[in-house]
C-alpha cells in the first residue's frame, strides 16, 4: 500500500511540476537570436540598453520612460509612479525571480511597451536592455 | 410604544448593524488564486474583493484597458478567471457600504467611514501619498489583516 502511495506521489508530482524555471542568460539568448535573423550582425549593447530605459517618450503623460517606474537604479526598488507601490529591482540579482520565466517576460514587456513606448518593443530592444540589466549586476 | 421611540430604537439598530460591518477585520481569501495575485499586485496593492460589490467588480473587468489611466488588459483566459475569483468574494450588491460609483474603493462609504479623520498629510507622512497605497499604513506581514 506504502509503495502504492509512493508511485501516485510520483505521478502527481510530474503532472503539477510547474514550467521548468529559465535563466536571463537563456532569455537573453532566445532575443539576441530573434534579432540576429531580423538584422544581420545584430549583437545585443549594453549601452543601447541603458538608453532605452531611460528614454523619454510621449505616449503616456505620467510614465515617460521605464524608469518613471523602475528607478534610475534598475539594482535598487522602484516605486509605481501612480499607485506608489514598491517594486523589486528590475535587475536579476540574487535571489530576484526577475527575467526566469520567458512568458512572463513577454508579457511585461507587452504591456509596459504599449503603455510607455505606445508599441511593442523589437527583439533587438529586449535584448539590449536585458543585456545592460545584465551588465549591472554586481556594480 | 409611540411611534418616535421606534423610529428612535430604528436608528439605534440600524446605527449599530453599520459599525458591526464598518469594524469589521477585512482578509483576503485563504488561498488566493494566482492569476489574480501575479496580475493585480504586479502593479498595486492586491485589493480584498470584499471591499467592492459584485457589479463594480464586473464593471472594472470590463474595463480594463482604461484602468484608472493606465491600459491593464490582460488576456481573455486571465480575466475569466480573476473575475470569477474576485466575484467569489465581492461584496454583494446589496451592500452599499461597498459600492462607488467611481470603482475606487477609497470612494466606498465603507472607506470613508474607516479613515474618517485622517488627513491627506497622514498619509503623505506614512510614505503613502495617497489612500489607494494600503500596505504604507497597512505593515502587516501576511498581508491578512487590514
Not at chain 2, 446605527?15 to 496580475?39: H, K, M, Q, Y
Not at chain 2, 470603482?103 to 466606498?108: F, P, Q
Request: glycine share 4%; aromatic share 8%.
Amino acid at each position: 500500500m506504502k509503495s502504492l502511495w509512493f508511485t501516485l506521489a510520483i505521478t502527481l508530482s510530474v503532472f503539477v511540476q510547474p514550467v521548468r524555471a529559465e535563466t536571463p542568460q537563456q532569455i537573453l539568448s532566445a532575443y539576441t537570436a530573434e534579432a540576429a535573423r531580423q538584422t544581420a550582425n545584430y549583437k545585443p549593447s549594453p549601452d543601447r540598453g541603458r538608453q532605452f530605459f531611460t528614454q523619454h517618450r510621449s505616449t503616456h503623460e505620467k510614465m515617460p520612460n521605464c524608469a518613471a517606474c523602475h528607478g534610475d537604479n534598475p539594482t535598487t526598488a522602484g516605486r509605481h509612479v501612480i499607485t506608489n507601490k514598491t517594486l523589486e529591482p528590475l535587475a536579476p540579482v540574487s535571489g530576484s525571480e526577475r527575467f526566469t520565466s520567458a512568458t512572463k517576460v513577454e508579457k511585461w514587456f507587452r504591456r509596459n511597451c504599449g503603455e510607455v513606448v505606445g508599441r511593442e518593443c523589437t527583439a533587438a530592444e529586449k535584448a539590449d536592455f536585458l543585456r545592460y540589466l545584465l551588465s549591472t549586476v554586481g556594480a | 410604544m409611540r411611534t418616535s421611540n421606534y423610529l428612535i430604537l430604528a436608528a439605534v439598530v440600524l446605527a449599530t448593524s453599520a459599525c458591526t460591518n464598518w469594524s469589521e477585520r477585512i482578509t483576503l481569501p485563504a488561498n488566493p488564486d494566482p492569476v489574480w495575485r501575479a496580475e493585480c499586485s504586479g502593479c498595486h496593492t492586491l485589493y480584498p474583493p470584499k471591499l467592492l460589490t459584485q457589479s463594480d467588480w464586473k464593471a472594472l473587468m470590463a474595463r480594463l484597458d482604461k484602468h484608472f489611466g493606465v491600459n491593464a488588459s490582460v488576456d481573455d483566459k486571465a480575466r475569466e478567471t480573476i473575475t470569477l475569483a474576485l466575484l467569489q468574494d465581492a461584496a454583494p450588491d446589496s451592500s452599499s457600504g461597498n459600492h462607488s460609483d467611481t470603482l475606487r474603493i477609497t470612494d466606498t462609504p465603507w472607506h470613508r467611514n474607516r479613515h474618517a479623520g485622517t488627513s491627506i498629510p497622514v498619509w503623505r507622512k506614512n510614505g503613502a501619498d495617497k489612500p489607494s497605497n494600503c500596505n504604507a499604513c497597512h505593515k502587516n506581514q501576511d498581508e491578512q489583516l487590514w
